[in-house]
């Protein structure tokens, strides 16, 4: 059986509907009650929010795209499948679970994927009508381990991100760049420095579960 090391990067949805949902919901406080004060919260403070909130949407399913997915297999160099425009989001998921189904039901090893990159995976294949193959485990048990989450793995019940983790582990962790900044990264075209970190983020989840596992 093979080990897949897999790790994905997401960016709120670049659909018009997601802003506008956004805005409808997002309320001055309810501690604001003079018209002068509501109105001025809308002006000042209302575009802020939303776009807090809009940000946030890159870890939401249903209000995200995937615009890289990066992976190794076993001691392979990492690799990823990166899209400049998300309207060709399927094309990487289609193109990535093509590589799944050669492998034929490996252990994926992620941080934290159980509770993002597999779910949102799957979540982006239903809502764009990618067929969902059958050798990846999409319905893992708690106490299975494949997939395999560094994170869980180290602490099932307190999050611990992976450049903490890394650096306990004397493994070389995040360099300058970060989650929070992969938005930006891919709307001013920085695609390539996108996808070196999502394979920088493979090799590093690859060196912590060689550490937990003595496997290498």
Not at 74 to 96: M, W, Y
Not at 97 to 120: A, E, Q, R, W
Not at 161 to 179: C, E, H, T
């Amino acid at each position: 059986m093979h080990n897949l090391y897999l790790d994905i990067e997401t960016i709120p949805s670049q659909e018009p509907w997601v802003r506008e949902y956004i805005e409808e919901k997002i309320t001055p406080p309810g501690n604001i009650k003079k018209p002068e004060s509501i109105e001025n919260w809308i002006y000042e403070k209302k575009p802020q929010a939303v776009e807090d909130a809009y940000r946030k949407t890159s870890l939401d399913g249903a209000m995200c795209h995937i615009v890289a997915i990066g992976w190794a297999v076993d001691g392979d160099k990492a690799k990823c499948v990166l899209t400049p425009g998300h309207k060709n989001e399927k094309v990487i998921l289609r193109n990535f679970f093509d590589l799944c189904d050669d492998l034929s039901y490996p252990t994926v090893i992620g941080h934290n994927v159980n509770g993002f990159d597999m779910k949102i995976l799957r979540q982006r294949a239903m809502i764009l009508g990618v067929k969902i193959p059958s050798c990846l485990p999409w319905a893992a048990k708690p106490w299975e381990l494949n997939p395999y989450d560094t994170m869980v793995q180290w602490d099932a019940k307190n999050f611990i991100s992976m450049d903490k983790l890394a650096k306990a582990m004397g493994v070389k962790g995040k360099d300058g760049i970060d989650g929070s900044m992969v938005y930006d990264l891919w709307k001013d075209g920085e695609h390539d420095k996108l996808a070196d970190y999502c394979k920088s983020d493979v090799d590093m989840v690859r060196q912590i579960h060689q550490k937990m596992t003595g496997v290498r």
